[in-house]
């Protein structure tokens, strides 16, 4: 296959040079790197990943014709509708939860059970989802001392940001990740999935099988289709060409459907199929960093150079000592080590970002190895000038390395070793915890030997093959000799494409060794096992090789001493960090990082696959999915090697609320311990009850561990300022304690009095914040909640509250009409106008012939407007403005007059919220 020049030229000429010296100098990289690359194609009649990626040019319709890969847009099997709108998902997840409440009321189920546990969580993460309907009280201080518990009688809806500020988020993923981990309650689920497939019609469930067979497989229904990852490849160098992430995340979605489906319907093969798409992806992503350095980042381009010239040096050092003095190969190897030691001291102390630049130098230089003797300095010169110091001892320096390496024949082992380690480094986001850099270029070195057993390896890293094996013999020695990739370990793969005299070699042996010795001692380096025990680490060990027999490696043997087993180990420390590289690769559509990016709550996250605490980001999907795969305790070691997070589960889960609206909803018939509650008939004892069992809820929660520290003060605050406020006072977008932060802070500040929370309330602290209905904080204000009656006694309405056992004395003393305003025009300031002053100006210009003879603009005057087609686009978008800005809206409509929004704007609303921010009327 032809590999694109352009992407990795070296920084052409000052175009005033003379045309012949650019042509030459063009026509010999352009040589260099072209001349070998299709002798190591695969001879498969499908296209290979570089053409996939080229068809990057056409569109999606086109490219999908071209590999004939049926969609699998749309729904998944997860969102297949069963029947009215329940989905798989929906009725999987109501299935499982229903018959854990059943077996818990049926005494099958003990109430402290882990099951039981598992249901008050998932309510809790409804309500963080979804939000949560509270029943507000207070408790009244009577004149004997008692108290007494008034309650709402429709309760008020807090919002999921209030909830979280309550209920700690990574804490509950964390559990309810543990829990949905444990064999019995896996199991569960698994059952109730498979009912709920169960109950998807025949035909549907036989075209999905049809569609996934065609796209997965050839037609003997068990090998490969890889024209489904070269329709991946080219869709994913669509998106990233473009820039295109709503595409990103259809190829993603698409691939999760497809390999869900099949996991359903028919898991052995799932398991085959979804590690040779892993295997496949990976090698390809590897092969790519390899055939472009421009690709590498900084940081891995500078681990590459410095670890290549460490084994390097080690392994010239060695091979010193067995040859002889008198030698043409002692002296070129001796002239060697000594420019590479003079080199190293050149590389002591600069930046990671000038130990990049050099390894791009090094890298295009070996590229024109031999086509022309001024042509590798032109190389240097032209890619050092980005050096930021010492360009002329530097670019001198390696110039004696380049001609000294070239001379010896070792110049490309170098470079395709140092391409080889920086692009492995790369893959797993820039090395592992705890390794040196001998241990970096064996566990590169594990890595892509172990790729090169899988059947496809030549088809989808035919790049890695050219780079490390020279099929023509040129340079004499080649990384594949000097990684060990010769031995009888591997596959003949790189064998066949390498010099004769490579293994008699004195360096390549050295440094063959010194890489064999560090694999043997690098075991399970590369993933952090610190959760798991003993036994669990025999069983990752297990899993490991077993992982290794379906790639293709050969268990334990004294003439294969490479086993399946550490095939599957390097093969697992690679997925351990996968995929957190941003240059837009497949390894993303494996590892899942993109769905951490697009989660909305720590639970999605867990079910991501990826570990966020501490600060740091380390892909855990894929491993866990893939240890799930090959482990006979497959869920549970890959819970705790996964950094605790759940997989399959968890996604489930979601896959159902995700698409199907809050399917774990607090409130509702099937899902939520209040809900069951809120049904009984309504009066002051069993309100008691329900209060009681909501304040029980959350206290369940505290002791599971899942709550904030200040968990109680925020439900008391709540529950408190519902009851006197008459609901939630604040807009949609913060929580009740970041808008009402001075009232909250007093009442953390305040002490009770006698039973209740009434004193820590400050009403004069309170800020409007549900703007168009007029609280009872406002109808106190107005005195519209008492009345005299004939007797002269005091009558009070249903909206009359208890604000005289509260704080009074703190705050300013305001008006209603100064309470109101003052709330609308800080939340709605001169920022928000400056904000979303196109539109604003466009109302302004435009209110005139808006308002018409009453001075109003309604609703429906404004609904009317965004949608006349007669109308400008400039005029309908500043309608729709103001039409889908509700709380703004809202708060214009009772601006001026107070009271209860009516859907009406009146001239004088929109002239007190400008004059209140100084802004000039147009």
Request: aromatic fraction near 8%.
């Amino acid at each position: 296959m032809a590999a694109s020049v352009d992407a990795s030229l070296p920084t052409a000429p000052n175009p005033a040079s003379t045309q012949s010296s650019e042509d030459k100098w063009v026509d010999a990289v352009q040589s260099a790197t072209t001349s070998k690359q299709t002798e190591n194609a695969s001879s498969s009649e499908t296209p290979s990943p570089s053409e996939a990626e080229a068809d990057a040019s056409l569109n999606v319709d086109d490219i999908r014709d071209k590999y004939d890969i049926p969609d699998f847009t749309g729904d998944g099997l997860m969102e297949t509708k069963l029947h009215g709108s329940t989905t798989v998902g929906q009725k999987a997840a109501e299935q499982f939860i229903e018959r854990i409440r059943n077996d818990v009321d049926d005494s099958k189920l003990d109430e402290n059970s882990d099951e039981a546990k598992l249901v008050d969580l998932l309510d809790a993460q409804g309500a963080t989802d979804n939000g949560y309907e509270l029943y507000g009280y207070v408790e009244l201080i009577e004149s004997g001392g008692s108290t007494y518990r008034e309650s709402q009688t429709d309760p008020t809806r807090l919002t999921g940001d209030d909830v979280t500020q309550i209920v700690d988020e990574e804490k509950l993923a964390k559990q309810i990740s543990e829990l949905m981990q444990e064999d019995g309650i896996s199991k569960r689920y698994d059952q109730a999935l498979k009912d709920a497939i169960e109950g998807v019609d025949q035909s549907t469930r036989d075209e999905i099988a049809d569609k996934v067979d065609k796209a997965l497989f050839e037609d003997d229904g068990k090998t490969p289709n890889l024209s489904f990852e070269d329709y991946v490849i080219a869709i994913k160098a669509k998106a990233s060409k473009e820039g295109d992430d709503k595409l990103s995340e259809s190829i993603q979605s698409e691939v999760d459907h497809y390999f869900e489906a099949l996991q359903a319907l028919d898991p052995e093969r799932y398991k085959s199929r979804k590690q040779a798409f892993d295997q496949n992806m990976m090698t390809h992503q590897l092969d790519g960093y390899m055939s472009d350095p421009s690709s590498i980042k900084n940081e891995h381009a500078d681990t590459g150079l410095r670890s290549t010239i460490d084994i390097v040096q080690h392994g010239i050092n060695g091979a010193l000592q067995s040859l002889d003095k008198g030698s043409k190969a002692y002296d070129q190897y001796k002239r060697l080590i000594d420019e590479l030691q003079l080199f190293s001291g050149k590389l002591e102390g600069i930046k990671e970002k000038d130990g990049a630049v050099i390894y791009r130098a090094m890298m295009y230089a070996a590229r024109v190895q031999g086509a022309d003797s001024q042509l590798m300095d032109k190389v240097v010169d032209t890619q050092l000038k980005e050096l930021s110091g010492n360009r002329s001892e530097t670019a001198g320096a390696l110039k004696k390395v380049l001609s000294a390496s070239s001379s010896s024949g070792t110049l490309g082992a170098m470079t395709g070793t140092m391409s080889l380690v920086s692009a492995g480094v790369q893959l797993s986001h820039g090395g592992w915890e705890g390794m040196s850099a001998d241990d970096r270029v064996a566990a590169v070195r594990d890595l892509v030997g172990g790729l090169s057993f899988t059947n496809d390896f030549a088809r989808f890293g035919s790049n890695i093959i050219t780079q490390l094996s020279d099929k023509n013999g040129k340079p004499r020695i080649n990384a594949a000799g000097w990684l060990g990739l010769l031995d009888d370990n591997f596959p003949d793969i790189f064998r066949k494409n390498s010099s004769a005299d490579v293994k008699t070699d004195a360096v390549a042996k050295k440094i063959s060794e010194k890489v064999n010795d560090t694999s043997d001692e690098i075991k399970q380096s590369g993933n952090n096992l610190s959760s798991l025990s003993e036994e669990q680490r025999r069983d990752y060990e297990k899993t490991a090789e077993a992982l290794g027999k379906e790639i293709g490696a050969t268990s334990s043997s004294e003439d294969k001493p490479y086993t399946a087993k550490r095939v599957g180990l390097s093969f697992l420390r690679y997925m351990g960090g996968a995929g957190l590289d941003t240059t837009g690769g497949v390894m993303d559509i494996v590892t899942g990082v993109n769905k951490l990016k697009n989660a909305d709550s720590e639970l999605e996250r867990a079910g991501a696959g990826l570990s966020i605490g501490g600060g740091s980001s380390t892909t855990a999907m894929a491993i866990a999915n893939t240890v799930s795969m090959f482990s006979s305790k497959g869920s549970h070691l890959a819970a705790k090697l996964g950094s605790d997070i759940g997989t399959k589960v968890v996604n489930g889960l979601f896959a159902g609320s995700r698409f199907a609206g809050p399917v774990l909803g607090v409130v509702g018939a099937v899902f939520g311990i209040v809900g069951s509650v809120i049904a009984e008939a309504i009066n002051h004892k069993k309100m008691q009850k329900l209060t009681d069992s909501q304040g029980q809820f959350f206290k369940d929660l505290s002791g599971y561990g899942v709550t904030k520290d200040d968990w109680g003060d925020k439900l008391e605050y709540a529950r408190y300022a519902a009851y006197m406020y008459g609901g939630r006072d604040a807009p949609d977008d913060q929580s009740i304690f970041d808008y009402q932060k001075q009232e909250w802070q007093h009442f953390q500040d305040t002490e009770g009095k006698r039973g209740s929370s009434l004193a820590r309330l400050a009403p004069y602290l309170h800020k409007d914040g549900d703007f168009g209905r007029e609280s009872l904080w406002e109808k106190h204000l107005q005195g519209g909640t008492t009345r005299m009656t004939a007797k002269d006694h005091i009558s009070k309405s249903d909206d009359w509250r208890p604000f005289v056992d509260t704080d009074l004395d703190v705050g300013e003393k305001v008006t209603v009409d100064e309470y109101r305003r003052s709330a609308v025009s800080e939340y709605f300031d001169a920022d928000f106008y400056r904000e979303h002053e196109k539109s604003l100006q466009v109302v302004d210009r435009l209110w005139d012939e808006w308002n018409g003879k009453d001075d109003i603009v309604s609703k429906d005057d404004l609904e009317k407007i965004k949608d006349d087609e007669s109308k400008s686009q400039e005029e309908r978008d500043a309608a729709r403005f103001l039409y889908e800005q509700n709380d703004f809206f809202d708060a214009l409509d009772t601006l001026h007059k107070g009271g209860d929004g009516d859907g009406k704007i009146s001239t004088n609303d929109r002239r007190d919220w400008l004059d209140a921010n100084e802004v000039k009327r147009a």
